[in-house]
């Protein structure tokens, strides 16, 4: 969901215009919430956010401004939350700090370690924690303090810790792909883990580190149509359709006579026809052991979430359809009511099946991972976590304190959206977030780090802000929320060491140097995408001279593929959805941009002589390939499409119907897509262009 242009900044600074009293006290409590109450947006224009935005979006934060009495009940309220110990405080090993206000200063502390281990102190003049050394979530008291304290490192997992950039060597390099578009014979009609684990190993053969999945997390059992990845259900599982049961049962599972397979996913079709699969291999093995054990260990989180699919399907087929919980009758409508406890009961079966499915899919994603590494991956898998869900889906359902209900995520107006964009997604609350002890981003980072080397955080700038517009309310008509992002990225490093996996933040648009700064420290690769990275003159940038804690990639999902950029594609398609009078002046922009990046690919090294014409693009995926691999960055991704020089991209971002997104199949088996000659020796050229690592300073 990586989008391309000019991403608004929040203002630094700057007053507040002067207002009314009551427009002030409004302002004073949108302030203490979180609320950015001025912006720039693309243009550099600056924006205050007006009293009827405020107002229902505060509301949605669960602080009522109504009237001058509701103000002062929640500035209260915030004011009491504030003086309250939170269940958790993070820290990073060998610094001082947090402050612990109220003990005062020299007061004695105690920290007993997860390991048991039992340390005594004193806070400092200033009422903070001296320096931690061991990481970890530890016990704390202090006075009348009781609380949890996360000891984060300094920075999250490395590559060097993963192996996978050692000094005197090439720096690491992958490639990355639409789960949903590999084949495998067998597969129904879907990609599945199974074709990702032998993608993997395709790509481990010719020396990759790591292979990049679109995100796999739980989508919609009753609207099959509802298959965005970046639209998830719930982030704490997994789409139970890319399960690949031979990783579990071997040729037991096979799943029968083939079946068509155009070029286009038909996913109600492929869904239909893998549930059907899985319920006769639940019929088989539905009193598995292990499946017991996974159920067990998965807990109320998986019961709730397989009685929201049984529950989905239930009223889809009994009253024709219904789209999201909030129109299911209302007995039904939060997880622990009696209504739900006894549907569970009476549909005992159809609720341990989709909960099956899911020991399937975790498994099979299992297999994948373990197959990449065995094959030399040093990274393996590196999943892409979503920047929100469905507010009609099992997380909101589930977990409804934790969301923000009545508010979607978005982005304001810029220079490609004049409108803005509402993404039709909710988001933690960050007052749930403090409150929990933080167990609601902690729990789905855990899901998503289960069986990966490797994470992408989807729109990073979401750990440190997010657009919200009210429900019913234009995208234009929203404002910036504040998140806890030291907090956010403390427990982002811990969680990234106990799972062994690097971390990359998608930080693309016009992004604050300071963001860029701080996920830098924090150790989160940012990324570099050949079309934006330019010099002050607009000028394609020297690959030389890209941020070297970065991914180099050349292009993304959401973007034009390189032989679709080279060949016009993209273009073809703006008429097509847009429209226009005269595509001259674009082509002459185009053709103009050509001969300047292949001036670039001939500067870099990654191509010589003179400009192939627009069907060429074989020779222009070659050239892009080098380019890219020559970066500074750390790790370069080379997407699937742009190996096997593909016109088409995944996805136009502001369509639905009218571009094929998410649903383009490759052509051919997984396990054989590299081993085309012009493939086969376009990866190797990019090998070849990536530096040498250095030793660390």
């Given at each position: 969901?990586?989008?391309?242009?000019?991403?608004?900044?929040?203002?630094?600074?700057?007053?507040?215009?002067?207002?009314?009293?009551?427009?002030?006290?409004?302002?004073?409590?949108?302030?203490?919430?979180?609320?950015?109450?001025?912006?720039?947006?693309?243009?550099?224009?600056?924006?205050?956010?007006?009293?009827?935005?405020?107002?229902?979006?505060?509301?949605?934060?669960?602080?009522?401004?109504?009237?001058?009495?509701?103000?002062?009940?929640?500035?209260?309220?915030?004011?009491?939350?504030?003086?309250?110990?939170?269940?958790?405080?993070?820290?990073?090993?060998?610094?001082?700090?947090?402050?612990?206000?109220?003990?005062?200063?020299?007061?004695?502390?105690?920290?007993?370690?997860?390991?048991?281990?039992?340390?005594?102190?004193?806070?400092?003049?200033?009422?903070?924690?001296?320096?931690?050394?061991?990481?970890?979530?530890?016990?704390?008291?202090?006075?009348?303090?009781?609380?949890?304290?996360?000891?984060?490192?300094?920075?999250?997992?490395?590559?060097?810790?993963?192996?996978?950039?050692?000094?005197?060597?090439?720096?690491?390099?992958?490639?990355?792909?639409?789960?949903?578009?590999?084949?495998?014979?067998?597969?129904?009609?879907?990609?599945?883990?199974?074709?990702?684990?032998?993608?993997?190993?395709?790509?481990?053969?010719?020396?990759?580190?790591?292979?990049?999945?679109?995100?796999?997390?739980?989508?919609?059992?009753?609207?099959?149509?509802?298959?965005?990845?970046?639209?998830?259900?719930?982030?704490?599982?997994?789409?139970?359709?890319?399960?690949?049961?031979?990783?579990?049962?071997?040729?037991?599972?096979?799943?029968?006579?083939?079946?068509?397979?155009?070029?286009?996913?038909?996913?109600?079709?492929?869904?239909?026809?893998?549930?059907?699969?899985?319920?006769?291999?639940?019929?088989?093995?539905?009193?598995?052991?292990?499946?017991?054990?996974?159920?067990?260990?998965?807990?109320?989180?998986?019961?709730?979430?397989?009685?929201?699919?049984?529950?989905?399907?239930?009223?889809?087929?009994?009253?024709?359809?219904?789209?999201?919980?909030?129109?299911?009758?209302?007995?039904?409508?939060?997880?622990?009511?009696?209504?739900?406890?006894?549907?569970?009961?009476?549909?005992?079966?159809?609720?341990?099946?989709?909960?099956?499915?899911?020991?399937?899919?975790?498994?099979?994603?299992?297999?994948?991972?373990?197959?990449?590494?065995?094959?030399?991956?040093?990274?393996?898998?590196?999943?892409?976590?979503?920047?929100?869900?469905?507010?009609?889906?099992?997380?909101?359902?589930?977990?409804?304190?934790?969301?923000?209900?009545?508010?979607?995520?978005?982005?304001?107006?810029?220079?490609?959206?004049?409108?803005?964009?509402?993404?039709?997604?909710?988001?933690?609350?960050?007052?749930?977030?403090?409150?929990?002890?933080?167990?609601?981003?902690?729990?789905?980072?855990?899901?998503?780090?289960?069986?990966?080397?490797?994470?992408?955080?989807?729109h990073a700038m979401g750990l440190e802000r997010l657009w919200l517009i009210p429900e019913g309310m234009p995208s234009a008509a929203g404002a910036y929320l504040r998140y806890p992002c030291p907090d956010l990225l403390r427990l982002l490093a811990l969680e990234s060491h106990r799972h062994r996996a690097v971390v990359i933040g998608e930080d693309l648009g016009t992004v604050a140097p300071a963001f860029r700064a701080s996920i830098a420290r924090a150790g989160i690769l940012g990324m570099r995408v050949l079309d934006f990275e330019r010099d002050a003159a607009g000028r394609p940038l020297p690959p030389r001279d890209w941020s070297r804690e970065a991914v180099a990639m050349t292009s993304t999902h959401d973007l034009a593929t390189i032989a679709g950029w080279w060949r016009g594609t993209d273009l073809a398609w703006h008429r097509k959805l847009h429209?226009?009078?005269?595509?001259?002046?674009?082509?002459?922009?185009?053709?103009?941009?050509?001969?300047?990046?292949?001036?670039?690919?001939?500067?870099?090294?990654?191509?010589?002589?003179?400009?192939?014409?627009?069907?060429?693009?074989?020779?222009?995926?070659?050239?892009?390939?080098?380019?890219?691999?020559?970066?500074?960055?750390?790790?370069?991704?080379?997407?699937?499409?742009?190996?096997?020089?593909?016109?088409?991209?995944?996805?136009?971002?502001?369509?639905?119907?009218?571009?094929?997104?998410?649903?383009?199949?490759?052509?051919?088996?997984?396990?054989?897509?590299?081993?085309?000659?012009?493939?086969?020796?376009?990866?190797?050229?990019?090998?070849?262009?990536?530096?040498?690592?250095?030793?660390?300073?």
């Open positions: 969901m990586s989008r391309p242009g000019t991403v608004p900044r929040a203002a630094q600074g700057g007053r507040i215009p002067q207002a009314s009293p009551g427009a002030a006290t409004l302002w004073s409590l949108a302030t203490a919430a979180g609320i950015i109450l001025r912006w720039r947006d693309a243009h550099g224009l600056p924006h205050t956010v007006k009293a009827e935005t405020l107002r229902p979006l505060l509301a949605r934060l669960g602080l009522p401004a109504a009237n001058a009495a509701e103000i002062r009940a929640s500035r209260a309220l915030l004011a009491a939350e504030a003086a309250a110990t939170p269940p958790l405080i993070t820290a990073t090993q060998h610094r001082a700090g947090p402050v612990l206000p109220g003990p005062g200063p020299g007061a004695r502390f105690q920290l007993r370690t997860e390991d048991g281990q039992v340390f005594e102190g004193r806070l400092d003049d200033h009422e903070c924690l001296p320096g931690i050394a061991i990481s970890g979530y530890h016990a704390l008291e202090c006075g009348d303090v009781a609380t949890t304290l996360a000891v984060a490192p300094p920075r999250c997992f490395d590559l060097v810790d993963a192996g996978a950039e050692r000094p005197g060597q090439a720096l690491p390099w992958g490639l990355s792909a639409q789960v949903y578009g590999l084949r495998r014979a067998g597969d129904r009609g879907l990609g599945d883990f199974g074709a990702v684990a032998a993608l993997a190993e395709a790509a481990a053969r010719r020396g990759a580190a790591t292979l990049a999945i679109s995100p796999v997390h739980a989508l919609f059992a009753a609207a099959p149509d509802r298959f965005s990845p970046y639209a998830p259900s719930t982030r704490l599982f997994l789409n139970a359709l890319h399960a690949d049961p031979g990783l579990l049962f071997g040729a037991e599972a096979a799943p029968g006579a083939a079946v068509a397979d155009p070029p286009l996913v038909d996913w109600p079709a492929a869904a239909a026809r893998r549930i059907a699969w899985f319920r006769a291999l639940f019929a088989r093995h539905g009193r598995d052991p292990r499946f017991a054990a996974f159920r067990a260990a998965q807990g109320t989180a998986l019961e709730r979430h397989a009685r929201f699919e049984a529950l989905s399907l239930h009223f889809a087929a009994r009253d024709g359809g219904l789209r999201h919980w909030r129109d299911w009758p209302e007995a039904y409508r939060m997880p622990d009511a009696p209504a739900v406890a006894a549907f569970a009961g009476e549909h005992a079966e159809e609720v341990a099946f989709h909960a099956f499915c899911q020991w399937l899919a975790d498994a099979s994603l299992a297999a994948a991972q373990q197959r990449a590494r065995a094959a030399g991956m040093a990274i393996g898998l590196l999943a892409d976590l979503a920047v929100g869900t469905d507010g009609g889906g099992s997380h909101a359902w589930s977990r409804p304190a934790e969301v923000l209900r009545g508010a979607a995520v978005g982005a304001p107006p810029d220079i490609f959206n004049p409108a803005g964009q509402d993404w039709g997604l909710t988001a933690f609350s960050p007052r749930a977030l403090r409150a929990g002890g933080y167990a609601a981003f902690l729990d789905v980072l855990r899901a998503a780090l289960r069986h990966a080397g490797g994470l992408r955080i989807d429209g226009t009078a005269d595509p001259a002046p674009a082509e002459a922009g185009r053709a103009g941009a050509r001969a300047a990046l292949w001036d670039a690919f001939r500067a870099s090294g990654a191509a010589e002589g003179a400009m192939p014409d627009p069907s060429a693009a074989g020779v222009v995926a070659d050239a892009a390939a080098a380019h890219v691999g020559g970066a500074a960055c750390r790790l370069a991704i080379l997407p699937i499409e742009d190996a096997l020089a593909l016109p088409e991209q995944p996805n136009i971002p502001g369509t639905i119907d009218e571009h094929p997104n998410w649903r383009r199949r490759l052509d051919g088996p997984a396990a054989a897509l590299l081993d085309a000659p012009a493939v086969d020796a376009r990866l190797r050229r990019l090998a070849a262009a990536r530096p040498i690592a250095e030793a660390a300073p």
